[in-house]
């Protein structure tokens, strides 16, 4: 059976029944609905037209799309669409927060996501060995001025 959220469709088995297996069960089938077969000129019960009345469920599918961004400085945000319909639009969200949600889905996810994390946070620790340089030279410059 195939589902989408627009609509139900039922696909059917066309697999090829032995005759004898459909000649017993045909019969069978029709004796427990209170009908009784009815045959051609052949004397074979003749198919029955239309759909064929299934007990089984139809499941709904629901198509939610979650997009998560990352940049190279560690920033990440959410959008989250429901069908065509946008639920939620550049929420910005915790680095951390992205990795243990990827952890929690499947292990595929994560270990990408991991990466591009680790890289941005070796790029955030090169940026701020730069910075204390700089400020530990702007404070030589700053006690050089004041004696």
Do not use: F, Y
Request: charged share 30%; aromatic share 2%; net charge negative.
């Amino acid at each position: 059976m195939t589902v989408d959220a627009g609509s139900a469709t039922q696909e059917r088995d066309e697999t090829p029944v032995p005759q004898d297996a459909g000649q017993q069960e045909q019969p069978e089938r029709q004796e427990q609905s209170g009908q009784t077969p009815q045959t051609g000129q052949s004397g074979q019960p003749t198919p029955q037209r239309g759909k064929p009345k299934s007990s089984a469920r139809k499941t709904r599918t629901v198509v939610l799309t979650l997009t998560v961004t990352g940049t190279a400085d560690g920033e990440w945000q959410a959008e989250l669409k429901h069908g065509s319909k946008w639920v939620a639009k550049g929420l910005d969200i915790p680095a951390a927060a992205v990795s243990r949600a990827a952890k929690e889905l499947h292990e595929e996810l994560s270990v990408p996501i991991d990466e591009v994390i680790n890289e941005a946070r070796e790029q955030q620790q090169a940026k701020v060995a730069q910075l204390e340089a700089e400020l530990e030279r702007a404070k030589q410059a700053l006690a050089e001025l004041e004696d």
